[in-house]
């Protein structure tokens, strides 16, 4: 599976994007699929997952953040609103088939990995 995450950009405090993880070579469907940031200087943290139709968010963005499916698209988004300046981070997704819903936050848990995307949210 690769992925290749999108939609980053630069935004005030306040705005929305809509991040994207986009699979090829397989269909995801039936993936966990979940989204990580880094911020400068700070360690990866889990923001978001999705798996079947359960979903799993950090307390930091719930109620801000949405996590979704195209299917049709084979495709994973990241809807995020009212967003702060402390959500500037460079954005990554992961997925896994096989991922167990206990460790759906544990990094190491997830095989596939994109690129990442850079969120910047100005003050």
């Known amino acids: 599976v690769q992925l290749q995450a999108s939609g980053g950009g630069l935004v005030q405090t306040g705005g929305s994007l809509r991040l994207s993880c986009a699979a090829s070579g397989r269909t995801i469907s039936r993936y966990a699929v979940g989204w990580f940031r880094q911020a400068p200087g700070k360690e990866r943290e889990f923001v978001a997952a999705?798996?079947?139709?359960?979903?799993h968010y950090a307390d930091s963005i719930k109620g801000r953040f949405t996590i979704g499916r195209d299917n049709a698209a084979n495709t994973v988004f990241l809807q995020m609103n009212s967003l702060k300046p402390e959500d500037t981070a460079v954005y990554f997704c992961?997925?896994?088939?096989?991922?167990?819903?206990?460790?759906?936050?544990?990094?190491?848990?997830?095989?596939?990995w994109g690129q990442g995307t850079l969120v910047t949210v100005s003050s």
């Open positions: 992961a997925a896994d088939s096989a991922i167990i819903t206990s460790s759906i936050r544990v990094m190491a848990q997830y095989d596939y």
């Open positions: 999705i798996k079947r139709g359960d979903l």
